[in-house]
């Protein structure tokens, strides 16, 4: 029995007798007193004094790698959350990177690279603490779906909350963690729904920190903003921790050239870092930084099947032609035309698309 499933067994009221809100709340409550002592035991530690992480009831030595189980509390329907957290504690004092992956459940790729560096990190000679959320929307993962159980998406629910949904409370547990133990950020993703993207770090550029972080990734192309309100970059961001983005690919896939380069990545950043020795790798030419972006949708009142006519990673002007669409009744065929100046940085995948969708996703100075 887990140590919050035994919490619950000498709670006073039997489980059953609580309304669902007063469980979830409890549940939450739960949670955010196994996070607590974690902070308390770290912060508490002297200066040059390296000692024991402490994370969700684990304790990690120095010179320690572990996996193992979130393993919550329940909900009526089952357990909702019961996803791996691996910890790795350096033999060294220095910072502590976290690592988020499938925050949506169909972005495959996050959760290869989030694998390979734990594996490849060697904590005798790791400087600090890596800690991985390799499928933090499990639910996701194994039936590949972008969204949670409830049908929202877990990446605009942070820093979450009590009593309004269950996404919300899983966002509440997983930003608290995060919010307690990390120095730095880095969040996987890839595109969604039948969407490539190039490999790519989104940061705000307005904030230093950050950008250091994008900078020394050392993905070709960073793309500025600050992210939706509710994601976990811009929330940890707004928490005073610097945060970026790392997306490459399709979903539902593993694909080795993105995967590799974000493994790459992240390893540039623990080099940047000081948590590991080694020679940072830069991209050749130097990354193309665009301050925003956009994109060419299906015009209203066509659709069809959809074919790109330009790819990723080439530029291209306002008015040439991007995509072309066959519409299948009357075989006639519409020439989709840019409507920006810019780098191709996503494109969808041949498919049939209806008025509205999301086509080409362009990045601009
Ligand atoms: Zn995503």
Redesign the pocket.
Known sequence: MSPAHAAWATCGRPEAALPFRHRLAITFILAIAMLVPSHASSAAAPPGDWGTVQLLERVIAPGEKRKFSYQLSRTFEGSFLDTAVFVARGARSGPTLCVTAL??GD?RNGFEIARQVFAATDPALLAGTLIALPAANVHGFRTGS?YMPDRRDL?RAFPGSTGTSNTALIAAIVFGTLREQCTALVDL??G?FERANLPQVRVDLARPEALDLARHFGAAVVIGGAGPQGSLRREMMDAGIPAIIY?AGLPMRFEPQEIAAGVQGIRNVMIRLGMTAGQATAPTPPARIFSRSGWVRVPVGQGGVFYPVRGLGEDIRTGEIIARIHEPFTDERFDVPSSRDGFIVGAAVPQVVFSGYALVHIAQP
């Open positions: 925050i949506h972005e972008r990446n993703h890839t969604s997306e």
